[in-house]
Nanobody, 112 residues
Framework: QLQASGGGLVQPGGSLKLSCVASERLFSRIDMAWYRQAPGKQRNLVATITSGGERWHAAPVEGRFTISRDNAKNTVYLQIDRLKPEDTAVYYC????????WGQGTQVTVSS
């Protein structure tokens, strides 16, 4: 089970930190990822982190988004800075292979 939280309504230029708790006993061994889905659009991969901590960020978010993880808490994070209106979406976590059933995600709305 994946439970994302931390979304909200923020002004352009603001920041948020999203969290996703995974009910997975072997969490520390699993690569994790964040995705987002804007209204009317497909769900896209935005960042990944390997079990060893190696990170990848999609070009549109590079330099503004930072993925991290805390294996002791079975949690993966997404720090989002310098938010733009086009970042408005529902954000989800899963593995890069989309292994698990999707959770509800967390809504991020960027608007003045």
């Amino acid at each position: 089970q994946l439970q994302a939280s931390g979304g909200g309504l923020v002004q352009p230029g603001g920041s948020l930190k999203l969290s996703c708790v995974a009910s997975e006993r072997l969490f520390s061994r699993i690569d994790m990822a964040w995705y987002r889905q804007a209204p009317g659009k497909q769900r896209n991969l935005v960042a990944t982190i390997t079990s060893g901590g190696e990170r990848w960020h999609a070009a549109p978010v590079e330099g503004r988004f930072t993925i991290s993880r805390d294996n002791a808490k079975n949690t993966v994070y997404l720090q989002i800075d310098r938010l733009k209106p086009e970042d408005t979406a529902v954000y989800y976590c899963n593995t890069p292979a989309r292994t698990y059933e999707w959770g509800q995600g967390t809504q991020v709305t960027v608007s003045s």
